[in-house]
C-alpha cells in the first residue's frame, strides 16, 4: 500500500516552532517532488510549500515565507517543514504530498498523507 504519512503536529502557542515529518512507504518518492498543502476549517486546501526532486527548487506561498522552510532527505525518502514564528493564522491540518512536478495547484499532486493537525493559540 502506498502511503504518505505525516507526523510532527500539535498544539503550540503562538511565536513557537514546530517541525513536520513526512515519511514514505510502499514505493519511493525519491524521484518526485514533494510538497506541504495545509487545510484550515471552513476553507479549502492551499499551497504551503514543495521542494524539487533534487532538492535544488523550493517555493513557498507568500503567507509562510520566511517563517517556513521546507527540506528532503532522499537517503530516508523523507520531506520536512520546519515552522517557525507561528501564528493563529496558521491553524490547519497539514498535508504531505508528491508529485512528478512542483505546482501550487492541488489539483496537480497525486499522492497525498491524511493529515497531521496544528494549531497555534494566541
Known amino acids: 500500500q502506498v502511503q504518505l504519512v505525516e507526523s510532527g503536529g500539535g498544539l503550540m502557542q503562538a511565536g513557537g516552532s514546530l517541525r513536520l515529518s513526512c515519511t514514505a512507504s510502499?514505493?519511493?518518492?525519491?524521484?518526485?517532488?514533494k510538497g506541504w498543502f495545509r487545510q484550515a476549517p471552513g476553507k479549502e486546501r492551499e499551497f504551503v510549500a514543495a521542494?524539487?526532486?533534487?532538492?535544488?527548487?523550493?517555493d513557498y506561498a507568500d503567507s509562510v515565507k520566511g517563517r517556513f522552510t521546507i527540506s528532503r532527505d532522499n537517503a530516508r525518502d523523507m520531506v520536512y517543514l520546519e515552522m517557525k514564528s507561528l501564528i493563529p493564522e496558521d491553524t490547519a491540518v497539514y498535508y504531505c504530498t508528491a508529485n512528478y512536478q512542483l505546482s501550487r495547484s492541488v489539483d496537480e499532486w497525486d499522492y497525498w498523507g491524511r493529515g497531521t493537525q496544528v494549531t497555534v493559540s494566541s
Open positions: 510502499g514505493r519511493s518518492f525519491r524521484s518526485y517532488a
Open positions: 521542494v524539487s526532486a533534487s532538492g535544488g527548487r523550493k
